[in-house]
């Protein structure tokens, strides 16, 4: 079907309910220009494998899980936000992990890493969700890591080199 842009406010999936997702025959990448966002709010889960680009954001409003999953790098530069529920980068084969170029990660839910290929996360994570590491690899967290939620480990390495003296608990399940 080919690349969707967004000019111009939110392209919303969902509003609150178990369905919805970008239609299977778009392949092609979601682009953003400044100041839009790209939103996912679902109770059930979806499976993103669209690339993003541009100066969008990208959101997980909903109560459900949202895989960012694409085989590819995320390069959108705006602002991700976990507003409810999970969203996790990659499946452990496929990597869906923002290049670091998103200015922040705000999280309010939960944030999984499950990426093939463990890459360096600088962009600051910040409120009061949680995070958990579980793929195989050792996962680099670096810059203000200012969230408040638990760490949990269940695969892998985990490396902290920021600052994260807000963190409640970190827990090792190997």
């Known amino acids: ?35 839009t966002a790209l939103v996912y709010d679902l109770t059930g889960s979806a499976n993103v494998k669209n ?24 390069l959108y530069t705006g602002k991700t936000t976990i507003s409810s529920g999970t969203l996790q980068f990659g499946d452990g084969t496929t990597d869906g992990l923002t290049t670091g170029s998103s200015s922040v990660i705000a999280n309010s ?18 409120a009061t969700g949680s995070l958990v590491k579980s793929a195989a690899g050792n996962q680099t967290l670096s810059g203000n890591l200012g969230y408040t939620g638990t760490t949990g480990v ?17 827990t090792v399940n190997k």
């Open 1 to 35: 079907m080919g690349n969707t842009l967004i000019q111009s406010g939110t392209l919303q999936i969902g509003s609150g309910g178990s369905a919805g997702q970008l239609p299977v025959s778009l392949t092609g990448t979601v682009t953003g220009t400044a100041n």
């Open 109 to 126: 839910g939960v944030l999984v890493l499950t990426t093939s290929t463990p890459k360096p996360i600088p962009a600051p994570l910040a």
């Open 154 to 170: 269940n695969a892998g390495t985990l490396t902290l080199s920021g600052s994260n003296g807000n963190a409640t608990a970190i």
């Open 51 to 74: 690339a993003m680009s541009g100066a969008m954001g990208f959101t997980q409003a909903g109560a459900g899980l949202i895989v960012l999953n694409n085989g590819a790098n995320q």
